[in-house]
């Protein structure tokens, strides 16, 4: 089945350091959502992205869907101890029901 | 309190043995969905139902049956459990798509086959 590729894979940071991931696909999506999992928790929605170029924040993060729809962007603003976790994104297609998910980014923070 | 709740939370059973997952939500969504997680693949979507009597195929549907004869409940069905169903299982709702669609995730289930 078809999967998004998600990067990096693993990150370990020091707390207050900024942090970056992405996430790209072979299809367009018309949405594109970023989830957070904590350890031994199912995934809670971050943020959700609905336009081509929109950039959405909440809080520290903010995140962005790219131009060519192929891709989006999460970044995590001076990182604390609470953002560990696994970082999801997932698209869907306008017109479709079906939710295509990354593979997850680990995020582990250093204090 | 909103939520997904699923039983049983941690399973362990033997290959071929009839088993069944039960997924309920509070919130009167329509659109109920079922995953799978395993370690390097992510989140993988097996069954999907838009609505009462209205299911269709995820990404990984194999092995499985589902059934959503009331809005609220959306059991996962193995009917010949095999090891590589060896996995962490969710279930999720949400109550609509286009601006707002939240998907809101069970605590999950953890189901060893052997």
Redesign the interface.
């Known amino acids: ?4 590729n ?1 990067s990096p894979q693993s990150m370990f940071i020091q707390e207050g350091e900024d942090v970056s991931m992405n996430c790209t696909s072979s299809s367009i999506f018309n ?1 594109w ?1 970023w989830y957070k999992q904590d350890p ?6 971050l943020i ?1 992205l ?1 336009k081509a170029g929109e950039l959405t924040s909440n809080g520290r993060l903010t995140a962005q869907f790219g131009i060519t729809r192929k891709d989006s962007f999460l970044n995590i603003s001076a990182s604390i101890p609470s953002d560990v976790g696994i970082y ?1 994104c ?1 698209g ?1 297609t306008s017109g479709t ?8 980014t680990r995020l582990k923070v250093l204090a | 309190e909103a939520q997904v709740t699923q039983n049983p939370r941690y399973l362990i059973t033997v290959t071929g043995k009839k088993l069944t997952v039960t997924c309920s939500q509070n919130m009167n969504h329509e659109y109920m969905s079922w995953y799978r997680q395993d370690p390097g693949l992510g989140l993988r979507q097996i069954y999907y139902s838009m609505n009462v009597e209205v299911t269709d195929k995820g990404d990984v549907p194999e092995g499985y049956k589902v059934s959503r004869k009331e809005k609220r409940n959306f059991p996962l069905i193995l009917e010949s459990p095999s090891p590589n169903q060896t996995s962490l299982y969710f279930c999720a709702s949400s109550l609509s798509f286009g601006r707002g669609e939240t998907q809101y995730f069970g605590p999950g289930t953890r189901l060893l086959v052997l």
């Open positions: 089945g078809q999967q998004l998600q949405t959502l031994g928790e199912g995934p809670v929605l959700a609905y999801f997932a869907r029901y079906k939710y295509i998910f990354g593979t997850g």
